[in-house]
Antibody
Framework: QLQLQESGPGLVKPSETLSLTCTVS??????????WGWIRQPPGKGLEWIGS???????FYNPSLKSRVTISVDTSKNHFSLRLNSVTASDTAVFYC?????????????WGQGRLVTVSS | QSALTQAPSASGTPGQRITISCSGS????????VNWYQQLPGTAPKLLIHSNNQRPSGVPDRFSGSKSGTSASLAISGLQSADEADYHCAAWDDSLNGVVFGGGTKLTVL
């Protein structure tokens, strides 16, 4: 059974960089059938797609975050990572990593449990 | 402001059938399949319906989905207290080259 697990600091200071890693188990990230992505959910609000990555390294980012986001992959460790720089309090959210599969469009089918990241001094 | 529009809340009584709607545009629902997620309190979203009307293994047939034009609906029949959750619609957006979500509908079982 595929599992995804987010890890990283739960508290980040304003103006600093948020860094999270998603470790994939029960399957290989080097699959040509899937994308891998990050999604966030501010407290009490809806879901927002951050960006997606293919194992080869090609990426797609949400235009609203593109200037601050980097998503990268380490196939040797079967994990991918998120970096969001210059964070503010409005970046406080639960961050989910997910696998995206295709059927009439790409969509997340497997999700990690989520990692709450609070931006505060 | 979410790209897909959902009513913020819905309610029903045990045994009732309810529907949750999701409205989008030609670049997302109009040209791609719709997917639905159930999010129980304090947990990650779980895939409930994919490809407009397909249920993943293990999802009861009380849950069904449909799509018409740039709108979609999730129906839940035989409502149970365990169905109390947030329900999110999602679709790929060809203009964004990414996934767009609705704001979520909080379902209360009275």
């Amino acid at each position: 059974q595929l599992q995804l697990q987010e890890s990283g600091p739960g508290l980040v200071k304003p103006s600093e960089t948020l860094s999270l890693t998603c470790t994939v188990s029960g399957g290989s990230i080097r699959s040509n059938s899937f994308y891998w992505g990050w999604i966030r959910q501010p407290p009490g609000k809806g879901l927002e797609w951050i960006g997606s990555l293919y194992y080869s390294g090609s990426t797609f980012y949400n235009p609203s975050l593109k200037s601050r986001v980097t998503i990268s992959v380490d196939t040797s460790k079967n994990h991918f990572s998120l970096r969001l720089n210059s964070v503010t309090a409005s970046d406080t959210a639960v961050f989910y990593c997910a696998r995206l599969t295709y059927s009439g469009g790409w969509y997340p089918d497997y999700w990690g449990q989520g990692r709450l990241v609070t931006v505060s001094s | 402001q979410s790209a897909l529009t959902q009513a913020p809340s819905a309610s029903g009584t045990p045994g009732q059938r309810i529907t949750i709607s999701c409205s989008g545009s030609s670049s997302n629902i109009g040209s791609n399949a719709v997917n639905w997620y159930q999010q129980l309190p304090g947990t990650a979203p779980k895939l409930l319906i994919h490809s407009n009307n397909q249920r993943p293994s293990g999802v009861p047939d009380r849950f069904s989905g449909s799509k018409s034009g740039t709108s979609a609906s999730l129906a839940i029949s035989g409502l149970q207290s365990a169905d109390e959750a947030d329900y999110h619609c999602a679709a790929w957006d060809d203009s964004l080259n990414g996934v767009v979500f609705g704001g979520g509908t909080k379902l209360t079982v009275l």
